[in-house]
């Protein structure tokens, strides 16, 4: 995976092109028609069709797990599971190669007579010239996650005998001021509130701030405020390209 790399407390820096573009509706609509074929197979109990539509790589992964017919039993069961009633595309991207390609999907299902969401975020391949389903990870919905209350940024002293951190999370919004940059971060069920250099400072440290984009993953390491640890100053910092 290529990344950008911030390292603030030795002042060294990469910064190198974007390796993803968005994707069109076209696109868009071909890779979730695979989806949707994937989950008719689950549905049905037809195991094998289901395998066939996902990567090379997953499928190895996941034969080698079904030691017993009672393991095929249990994935068809927790896949049904996972099966959404509808869904919402929130994000989709290819890489360069066009032979990777993301979707971030919301996706609703009736759980209990209420109406639950969570995130998908779905990869796909081209093995063949066929697009197939890679990885599956689930994630909380927007309801679910734990914003940061406090955005407002606050001196280094207000830092000082806070504890050190380190967590990766996923870009939502970026926000450079005059004096600091504003990232927020989803990891896990928690939105962090981390705070950089200015777009100058950025720069000063050789990187780009363009690169700091929603919906890529940073790994940060940093220290949390004394009484709040939703917020982050960064020390340092990787971003990688979408693929």
């Known amino acids: ?129 066929v697009w197939k389903l890679g990885a599956i990870a689930e994630a909380p919905g927007p309801s679910d996650i734990k914003r940061c209350p406090d955005q407002t940024y606050q001196p280094i002293s207000a830092y000082q005998g806070g504890d050190p951190v380190t967590f990766t999370g996923r870009i939502e919004r970026a926000e450079f001021l005059p004096d600091y940059t504003l990232v927020l971060l989803v990891t896990g069920e928690t939105e962090v509130c981390a705070f950089l250099p200015g777009r100058a400072g950025l720069q000063q440290h050789g990187m780009n701030p363009a690169i700091i984009q929603p919906w890529r993953v940073a790994e940060i390491s940093g220290v949390a405020e004394r009484n709040d640890s939703q917020k982050v100053m960064v020390n340092n910092i990787t971003v990688h390209a979408e693929e």
């Open 1 to 129: 995976m290529r990344r950008y790399l911030l390292a603030l407390a030795t002042l060294l820096a990469l910064a190198l092109p974007a390796a993803a573009r968005p994707m069109n509706g076209v696109q868009q609509k071909q890779l979730l028609a695979v989806f949707a074929r994937y989950n008719r197979a689950i549905e049905a109990g037809n195991l094998d069709q289901a395998l066939g539509l996902r990567t090379a790589a997953v499928q190895t992964v996941l034969t080698q797990q079904f030691k017993t017919p009672n393991d095929r039993t249990n994935f068809l069961n927790v896949s049904r599971d996972m099966v959404p009633e509808r869904v919402e595309v929130m994000h989709a991207s290819v890489n360069d190669a066009g032979d990777k390609a993301l979707l971030i999907l919301l996706a609703s299902k009736t759980v209990s007579g209420r109406q639950a969401q969570e995130e998908f975020d779905l990869g796909f391949m081209r093995e063949g010239g």
